[in-house]
């Protein structure tokens, strides 16, 4: 019996910080958070704000601009099929999600080819199961295949030749040994830590500060692969 241990390549990426403050003038907060916890609202707030900026630095984050590597650095070159600006059909995503050896796990579109999807779904008539119960998101989402499609607003367009966008669609393995994942701090309930900083300075107000410490990493570089031109 032949014996050998498995090899692996180190990966290694960079954790960034997301930091938002949010201050709440004391007399608003004094007098109205009776009826709506002020500091509460304004939070939500910043942390959905936080939430778009990591949604975007996912696709078109890049080092340079003291981001992580998001999907479009970290595709590899012969993991990207090219769309030639072909409009949306069912056999470009089949070669999308196959390309993906270690298993799709999801596939991300903007809205505009999501739309387009369900579209292609409705032509078809009867039960098509596009709409399926996937464990983890709660509802029903729409589904290739049993890949549950998701959208993603901050996939960026181009103008397509003539007239009109196109844009990129990915496929991912997600999984935190050989497949892509964000990165987390541990001590961060929920990916984030708020903390209470006091009074502002020269201001009748106090301060939140919101923090997260992310990052994101691809285990396999056959975990990701993309569509890129597709036309809108």
Do not use: C, W
Request: hydrophobic fraction near 40%; proline fraction near 2%; glycine fraction near 8%.
């Amino acid at each position: 019996m032949n014996e050998g241990a498995s090899e692996f390549d180190e990966v290694t990426t960079r954790l960034r910080i997301l930091i938002g403050d949010v201050d709440v003038d004391k007399f608003i907060d004094g007098t109205e958070s009776d009826t709506n916890n002020q500091k509460a609202i304004q939070i939500q707030s910043k942390l959905k704000g936080m939430r778009n900026q990591y949604k975007d630095a996912i696709i078109n984050g890049q080092q340079a601009n003291k981001q992580f590597d998001g999907l479009q650095i970290l595709t590899p070159n012969d993991q990207i099929i090219t769309g030639e600006e072909a409009l949306l059909d069912m056999s470009m995503l089949d070669e999308l999600t196959a390309a993906v050896k270690t298993g799709a796990d999801v596939i991300m579109m903007r809205p505009e080819h999501y739309r387009k999807y369900k579209q292609l779904m409705r032509t078809f008539g009867g039960n098509t199961g596009a709409m399926m119960q996937i464990e983890n998101f709660g509802r029903p989402v729409l589904a290739h295949d049993g890949v549950p499609i998701i959208k993603n607003e901050y996939i960026k367009t181009s103008d397509a030749t003539g007239s009109g966008k196109k844009a990129d669609i990915f496929a991912l393995h997600l999984d935190e040994a050989n497949g892509f994942h964000g990165l987390f701090a541990n001590q961060h309930a929920a990916g984030f830590d708020i903390e209470d900083i006091g009074t502002v300075q020269n201001k009748d107000a106090t301060r939140t500060r919101i923090k997260m410490y992310t990052g994101a990493a691809l285990k396999s570089t056959l975990s990701l692969a993309k569509i890129s031109d597709v036309k809108i």
